[in-house]
Every structure is written in C-alpha cells, then in structure tokens.
C-alpha cells in the first residue's frame, strides 16, 4: 500500500522511498482527459454564471434570455458592495489625492478597469451561448455610459488620470538601435537614385 507526504515524496509499505517518476506517471495516468481552460475562459464562465445567479435572485427571476441592459447596470452597482478601492468623496478631505496620508470614512467601489474588463468577458460570454451580436445588452450605449462616467468620476476622486497618450507615444516613438537603419533608408535610396538601370 502506498502512501504519499506531501512534500518529502512517496514511501511504499517497508518504508523506502519509490521514484517520483513513478507516482507522477501513475497520478497523471488517474487523471480524466478533461480540458484546461485557460485563465480568462475560467473567469469568464464564473462571470457568466455569478451574473445568472444575479438574474435568477431577482424578484420576479430574469432568465438568461430576456435580461436587458437596466439589469447588466443593476449588477454592476450590485458588485459595488463588493469593491476594494476607495472612492474619495468631494467633502473628504483627500479627494484628488492618488496616495492618501491617512484613512476616512469614504466607501469602498469597484475600480473602473475591473468593470471594464468585466462587461468584455460578459460581453463575449453573452454571444458565444447563443446571443445575437446586435441585440448584446452588454454592448449597449447605457453600459458604455455607465463605465464613462465611472472613469471619469474614480479619476477626479482618486487624482488618477486615465490616459492613452502615453501608451500611444510608446508604441510611436521606434525602438533603441532602429533609428540608425530608419536614418540610412534615405541614403540606400539616394544611392539607387544615382546609378539608375542602364537601358537594353
């Protein structure tokens, strides 16, 4: 009979310790041929079915089929009770600060990015069980309003900007050891210009 420490590998019955390569091989042949899902498909099935739950929870219940886009906001600030990041409100004293000295009564919300993320899973998650592209709920102009202004109102809270320039100006401006060759293109193609084909 065998049996296994965690830790320290796997001792058969007299005591003496067997290969690991042994009881690896043996524990992976056990093991049903299921497939792994990768860590967003994970995420993105739990999201699916916490948002079932949601509708189910409903009074009367929401099926999956005739919810709107007035239950996907509901959701939205439902998880709110469920946030860690602080939201300094306009009386508090440390509004507008990214880094706080101290502590305050302020409540505690979802970040901006965490529900953006989210209604991208929910979104994709909507349309690959049978929703039609059109008519996704979570595609609509009330969601996209909703994060806006969320964004917009986490960042004057919180002194966080949210921009893109300068992820753009990164992605512009041309790795180190490339503007040597950009800057001898011009000259290659000065020196083609100087010794044109001869004619047949």
Same mark, same amino acid.
């Given at each position: 009979m065998m049996s296994v420490d965690k830790g320290k590998g796997a001792f058969l019955g007299d005591g003496q310790?067997? $290969?690991?390569? %042994?009881?690896?091989?043996?524990?992976?042949n056990r093991r049903p041929n299921k497939p792994i899902l990768s860590r967003y498909k994970?995420?993105?099935?739990?999201?699916?079915?916490?948002?079932?739950?949601? !509708?189910?929870?409903? &009074?009367?219940?929401? @099926?999956?089929?005739?919810?709107?886009?007035?239950?996907v906001?509901?959701? !939205?600030?439902?998880?709110?009770?469920?946030?860690?990041?602080? =939201?300094? !409100?306009?009386?508090? $004293?440390?509004?507008?600060?990214p880094e706080p000295p101290g502590s305050c009564t302020c409540p505690l919300r979802q970040a901006w990015g965490s529900l953006d993320a989210l209604? /991208? &899973?929910?979104? %994709?998650?909507?349309?690959?069980? /049978? /929703? !039609?592209p059109e008519a996704n709920p979570f595609a609509g102009s009330?969601? &996209?309003?909703?994060?806006?202004? =969320?964004?917009? @109102?986490? %960042?004057?809270a919180r002194g966080i900007p949210y921009s893109k320039n300068k992820k753009r100006k990164k992605r512009k401006s041309p790795p180190k050891g490339d503007a040597s060759m950009?800057?001898?293109?011009p000259h290659q193609k000065h020196a083609a210009d100087s010794n044109p084909p001869s004619s047949p």
């Open positions: 310790p067997s $290969a690991p390569a %042994a009881v690896s091989t043996d524990v992976d994970s995420q993105k099935r739990r999201d699916w079915n916490t948002f079932g739950q949601f !509708l189910s929870n409903q &009074r009367p219940p929401v @099926s999956l089929s005739r919810f709107s886009s007035s239950h906001l509901d959701f !939205l600030r439902y998880l709110d009770q469920f946030g860690k990041t602080k =939201v300094h !409100l306009q009386g508090c $004293a440390y509004f507008g600060h209604i /991208g &899973r929910l979104r %994709a998650a909507y349309e690959e069980n /049978g /929703g !039609l009330s969601i &996209r309003l909703y994060l806006r202004e =969320v964004k917009d @109102s986490q %960042a004057k950009i800057s001898s293109v």
